[in-house]
């Protein structure tokens, strides 16, 4: 069960594909325009490992990350919460991104500078009990608290229609979040969704001491190194321990288990019931390579959802915003503005030809 779990994680980032109709920012070392510390410094929040991180588009994430008050009612003061901010506003709807099962906004380190440089006001939010939010507090971090916290950032900072997009479990919290407050969501893009759960019930069983023994394994090195050999090939031994740092960093905050545990005995995601209620259009991206989530999974999706049409990318595996970012950040940008299939095909030059394969790493 532990790997399982482990096996969602951000695993690792391939060196991108040129695509047409994107480029990469010159310099970048995290300036205050996003809320950032300025001079390329880490905010004094995060664990002081991130200085042992390498890749230098997570360095740059990191330099971004801040922490905005949100009031909750569930706690007797703000919760000063994690997220990447855009350092440009725009008059349209803004993409806002979630996460995998106990991940952070530094998955999305490779794709949110591509959807910058689109012109998209993007936003990378860290779930309640998860990510780099300050939990000193010992909040709830159940379904409900996640769903409570996501709206009330989003009606304090966001306030406008969302397209809103979820990778893997973040796919769950997103419908969750959809058909709970369908005001805030114009759109929903689900990457890979991992949103029929099975025996979640069996967590609210768990003795405390057993949740967190597994809370513990979860965020050991030996399962995050060994989740990386399982879902990918030929990954240099020279970077997995690189990308197992940045997917656990914020595994090292003195909140992480207790928010962990907290979650797991509360049994979880299970938007089953739900799926069938989303009012709003859908894409869905699938991977031809996931090992995890079965494609059957995402055909039944697909005939579920009252509106949602399926992208399938071919090469990559279980995160392909992290393997190949041009495609999923061209992918998500054309759908957030509207662009018809026919659109997007035309737009989008030789998606069948690239490789999410790590022989392009640099």
């Known amino acids: 069960m532990v790997l399982t779990m482990a096996l969602q994680f ?33 905010p004094s929040f995060l664990p002081k490992e991130v200085h042992k991180i390498r890749d230098p588009s997570a360095r740059t994430l990191a330099q971004r990350i801040q922490r905005l008050p949100v009031q909750v009612g569930f706690s007797e003061s703000c919760i000063m919460s994690s997220c990447v901010t ?16 106990d991940s952070s906004c530094l998955e999305w380190r490779s794709a949110y500078p591509l959807l910058e440089e689109a012109g998209l006001e993007a936003w990378a939010i860290d779930i309640l009990g998860w990510g780099f939010s300050d ?19 989003w009606k304090s900072h966001i306030k406008r229609p969302m397209t809103l997009v979820g990778p893997s479990l973040g796919a769950a919290a997103a419908i969750d979040f959809a058909v709970n407050f369908p005001e805030a969501v114009d759109k929903l893009v689900l990457i890979n969704a991992n949103v029929y759960a099975e025996g979640t019930g069996v967590l609210t069983k768990l003795p405390k001491w057993m949740a967190y023994a597994m809370a513990s394994l979860l965020k050991s090195i030996p399962i995050r190194w060994y989740a990386k050999l399982l879902v990918f090939n030929g990954i240099p031994v020279s970077r997995i321990l690189d990308y ?13 288990e ?16 739900q799926i069938k209620q989303v009012k709003q259009k859908a894409l869905l991206i699938c991977s031809e390579r996931d090992n995890i989530v079965n494609s059957k999974l995402a055909e039944r999706l697909q005939n579920e959802l009252p509106n949602a049409s399926m992208r399938k990318v071919p090469g990559c595996g279980h995160m392909p915003h992290i393997e190949n970012p041009y495609v999923i950040a061209k992918l998500i940008a054309d759908f957030a503005r509207g662009a018809t299939c026919d ?7 030789h998606v069948d030809n690239i490789s999410c394969k790590n022989e392009h790493a640099v």
């Not at 939990?135 to 950032?153: D, F």
């Open 244 to 256: 197992t740092d940045v997917g656990r960093l914020h595994c090292l905050l003195p909140w992480w």
């Open 343 to 349: 659109d997007r095909q035309l737009s989008y030059e």
């Open 86 to 101: 855009p350092r440009v506003r725009s008059d349209a709807n803004p993409v806002v991104l979630l996460h995998c099962f």
């Open 258 to 273: 207790d928010a962990t545990v907290n979650f797991m005995l509360s049994g979880g995601y299970n938007v089953t019931g």
């Open 135 to 153: 939990l000193e507090g010992r909040p709830p971090c159940n379904v409900a608290s996640k769903r409570y916290h996501l709206y009330q950032l």
């Open 10 to 42: 951000p695993l690792y980032q391939c060196g991108p594909t040129k695509l047409v109709g994107f480029r990469l920012s010159g310099g970048g070392g995290g300036g205050d325009g996003g809320g950032g510390v300025p001079g390329g410094g880490f």
